[in-house]
């Protein structure tokens, strides 16, 4: 494997310290928000014209009673801080962590100074540190994990247990939460609609497959369900012009995004899954490495 494509997920096999955890709720839903820039590292520039429509998400998420774990990209305390308050006021849980500051491939920033800005404008901006946090593109290796806990963080959620040509290569990785002793973190990782099909669970994917996809979902949903969005599979901003012609194509399907989101989230709390936070899973976790055998 290239060092490009290594992933911080290879040396959760290789330290002893390192123990695959169950989910503490199986039948439960996470919600999660990356709340960014236009289309991520897609675009060149960073545009913002796709979180103008937050307050329509939290009509959803107040009208269907839904938390949220909202991974946010610190630049937009700059560009957007009226939408972080926005979101910020909204009246059913909204837990905020980072999701990087300025966005950028990684092959273009560092990651240290990437992790310890946003830490920085995120404590100014909320008033309190930080306990999680989110790479860009899921791209989180193992170096980083130690860049994290220097900068006191508790837990990451950034690993598809899946692949993606030129960023990572995961299929070799936990599908439970992992305990990184030698960091006392936690990796939390998203789901995949099943084991022979390792499609993240998430927006993007049910407006780019569509119903085959969704009817999935319904019928047999993993245990649990980490579900994450992006305001541009909620709203398609303007900004999708720049996008290289296939990247067009594709988020222009099913666009009717915030629709699509109140009726998956409406089926699983009509089924029996509950809904909680990533927070809220990392402090049951958290719990239990306390009756751990030490080695």
Known sequence: MSDRTRSGTEAMNDHSTRRSMEWPRPKQVYLTLDFECDFGTALETNTYQAVSRVDRLVSVLESTSTPLTCFVQTELFDARPEAVESLRRCDVPVRFHPHS????????????????????????????????????NGNVRDADYEILAEAGYRFDASVFPTWRPGHFNNTDAPTTPTYLGEFDLFEIPFTVLAPYAPVPTGLSYARIFGRPYTSQLR????????????????????????????????????????????????????????????????????ERTRSLPRE
């Open 219 to 286: 019928r047999a949903p993993p245990r649990p369900v980490v579900f994450n969005i992006h305001m541009h599979d909620l709203y398609t901003p303007p900004s999708v012009e720049r996008l290289p012609r296939l990247y067009r194509a594709l988020y222009r399907r099913n666009d009717h995004g915030f629709e699509l989101l109140r009726r998956i989230l409406t089926r699983f709390h009509r089924s029996e899954y509950s809904f909680g936070t990533i927070d809220g899973a990392h402090e049951q976790l958290r």
């Open 101 to 136: 500051h300025t966005h950028r491939p990684r092959d273009r920033t560092s990651i240290r100074d990437e992790v310890e800005t946003s830490t920085e404008r995120y404590t100014h901006f909320f008033g309190e540190r930080p306990t999680g946090y989110r790479f860009p």
